[in-house]
């Protein structure tokens, strides 16, 4: 799949107003997070690097013990196992993530809706 349309993917509602589109390779994986007004990515953390870049929108982004509010075209590096949060501030948010290695949970998510064997 070296070439994607993003609006090919059907998207996964993963929290309330929060929806991912996560294309991925055999070792990275992308992840177009479309986020409603006022949506939340709660404090979290796992165990594998993301970077990112704001797309459209704002959010107020906790990375660590730092908290900013960000707009369209910020970018980020979030370290393996470091807690974030994100909110989507003023009005719904794009975000292109970039993980590495592959998140399982969100492959295993995409998963159900691609056939395992050729018709």
Not at 44 to 73: F, M, N, S, W, Y
Request: proline share 11%.
């Amino acid at each position: 799949m070296p070439f994607i349309n993003i609006d090919d993917a059907p998207p996964i509602e993963v929290l309330p107003g929060c929806r991912l589109r996560t294309p991925y390779g055999e070792h990275i994986m992308l992840s177009y997070l479309e986020m409603d007004a006022g949506a939340v990515v709660p404090l979290h953390h796992h165990p594998h690097e993301q970077a990112g870049r704001l797309l459209e929108g704002k959010l107020r982004l906790t990375i660590g013990d730092e908290t900013r509010v960000v707009e369209a075209g910020a970018m980020f590096i979030i370290p393996p196992n470091t807690p974030h949060r994100a909110e989507a501030i003023d009005g719904p948010a794009v975000v292109l993530d970039i993980f590495s290695p592959v998140r399982e949970d969100y492959a295993d998510l995409c998963n159900k809706y691609i056939p395992t064997t050729e018709r």
